[in-house]
């Protein structure tokens, strides 16, 4: 997204003519905080940027400077090409489609790039939505958290928990992270400590008008691939050893969720031993009642009690 964004201020700046950095950030839809880094960093990468004091001033070029992209390599051009997840920019509300700003910024490429280019937009599509067209309508929480992460301001939010728990806090939003197609807020609590929040278990939220001061070495990249190996870490693991057959087999590879790779074992021209990894004892009584007789428990062996009980308590439900 920084590197799009610079390439758009450069953009700007191409015509000769000095623009402010109120211009460009309602432009680019970010803070003037924001644009007087992403100068900082033009002019560091070498690009003759030039400030302007006084009433009418801001940012130009030196000398009417133009250059086009040739001074990126062409693999680096091609990975600012690839294309967006359109749901993405809905849910942020960013306006123009990717469409738009890839047309927009083909006009600044070299002509011996624009064919590599044209060709990855025609064969690389990207789809973060889900395979039925239920339609899913926007939390409203979006906006909100959008505009506090932008301009440094708490909100004050109702937040359910998983147990539906519900409970009001105070954050200050650091920024948004799209994993797959959920939406989360990274922010702090009142006690300056990280969080991570569900952007869909928000069922009440107001922007306030207290701002806070931003950690100047938070890095939100960073953070989350911390917060996720922590989290991942911290799951519980119940794990299974099982033979299936060969549907079962084939079930449990398309999931992918369950099966570890490394202790598939052939045990004979039907049955495969397959080890299974779950959160909970009671998760993986469900799944294996699930399959039927295409599953058969090798250990635990009180687990097969379990599993036993469950099918009893079926049996009974349909008497």
């Given at each position: 997204m920084r590197a799009e964004r610079l390439i758009k201020i450069l953009l700007l700046l191409q015509h000769g003519e000095v623009v402010s950095a109120r211009e460009i950030s309602k432009e680019l839809e970010v803070s003037e905080r924001t644009i007087h880094r992403d100068m900082g960093?033009?002019?560091?990468?070498?690009?003759?940027?030039?400030?302007?004091?006084?009433?009418?001033?801001?940012?130009?070029?030196?000398?009417?400077?133009?250059?086009?992209?040739?001074?990126?390599?062409?693999?680096?051009?091609?990975?600012?090409?690839?294309?967006?997840?359109?749901?993405?920019?809905?849910?942020?509300?960013?306006?123009?489609?990717?469409?738009?700003?890839?047309?927009?910024?083909?006009?600044?490429?070299?002509?011996?790039?624009?064919?590599?280019?044209?060709?990855?937009?025609?064969r690389v599509h990207v789809d973060m939505g889900?395979?039925?067209n239920n339609k899913i309508e926007i939390n409203p929480a979006m906006k909100v958290m959008k505009e506090a992460v932008?301009?440094?301001?708490?909100?004050?939010?109702?937040?359910?928990?998983?147990?539906?728990?519900?409970?009001?806090?105070?954050?200050?939003?650091?920024?948004l992270v799209a994993k797959s197609s959920t939406w989360y807020v990274v922010s702090m609590n009142s006690s300056d400590e990280f969080r991570n929040y569900k952007i869909t278990r928000i069922t009440e939220c107001e922007l306030m008008d207290e701002q806070f001061n931003r950690p100047r070495d938070f890095n939100l990249f960073d953070h989350w691939e911390n917060s996720k190996k922590q989290f991942v870490q911290s799951l519980p693991e119940f794990r299974v050893?099982?033979?299936?057959?060969?549907?079962?087999?084939?079930?449990?590879?398309?999931?992918?969720?369950?099966?570890?790779?490394?202790?598939?074992?052939?045990?004979?021209?039907?049955?495969?031993?397959?080890e299974?990894?779950?959160?909970?004892?009671?998760?993986?009584?469900?799944?294996?009642?699930?399959?039927?007789?295409?599953?058969?428990?090798?250990?635990?062996l009180n687990l097969i009690d379990k599993v036993k009980d469950r099918a009893r308590e079926i049996l009974v439900l349909y008497r």
């Open positions: 960093a033009l002019s560091a990468a070498g690009i003759p940027i030039y400030a302007e004091r006084g009433q009418a001033g801001g940012w130009r070029l030196v000398d009417n400077w133009k250059q086009k992209l040739s001074w990126l390599k062409e693999k680096e051009i091609l990975s600012l090409f690839l294309p967006h997840a359109e749901k993405i920019i809905n849910d942020l509300n960013m306006g123009p489609s990717s469409k738009d700003t890839r047309d927009k910024l083909l006009l600044s490429l070299p002509e011996e790039t624009k064919q590599s280019v044209e060709k990855l937009w025609e889900r395979w039925r932008m301009n440094n301001k708490k909100v004050k939010i109702i937040y359910q928990k998983a147990n539906a728990e519900t409970k009001e806090y105070v954050i200050k939003p650091l920024g050893k099982v033979t299936v057959s060969p549907f079962a087999l084939e079930r449990i590879r398309f999931t992918g969720r369950f099966v570890q790779a490394d202790d598939v074992k052939v045990r004979d021209h039907y049955w495969t031993e397959l299974l990894t779950f959160n909970t004892e009671d998760e993986a009584v469900n799944f294996i009642v699930g399959f039927g007789n295409q599953v058969k428990i090798l250990s635990p």
